[in-house]
Nanobody, 125 residues
């Protein structure tokens, strides 16, 4: 069993930055694919970014490319999402999730077995 726990959300002005963290206890963290998703009110949960177990592969949604960076520290069992140049449309609850394999499906919710409770990010205009 894996339990991801997100932190680092908050309120920020447009153009600002936030760094989200996700600590995952349980199963060997270094073997897991980690992803970030977000869900705005009234909208479906959408893919933001993913990183392979060793950190050598990453994938980003087009809407965040060039602004967000996903990284991980396997020694600390933690994955990060650095968010720069934030926009009001980035406002959402951000979720961390863990999957056991890397494939093209990491841009969907399909392979993710374990989910955190989410952290709210609000970007004011």
């Amino acid at each position: 069993q894996v339990q991801p726990v997100e932190s680092g959300g908050g309120l920020v002005q447009a153009g600002g930055s936030l760094r989200l963290s996700c600590a995952a206890s349980g199963r060997t963290f270094s073997s897991l694919v980690m992803g970030w998703f977000r869900q705005a009110p009234g909208k479906e949960r959408e893919f933001v970014a993913a990183i392979s177990s060793g950190g050598d592969n990453t994938n980003y949604a087009d809407s965040v490319k060039g602004r967000f960076t996903i990284s991980r520290d396997n020694a600390k069992n933690t994955v990060y999402l650095q968010m720069n140049s934030l926009k009001p449309e980035d406002t959402a609850v951000y979720f961390c999730a863990a999957a056991v394999y890397w494939s093209w499906l990491v841009v969907t919710i399909t392979p993710y077995r374990y989910w955190g409770q989410g952290t709210q990010v609000t970007v004011s205009s």
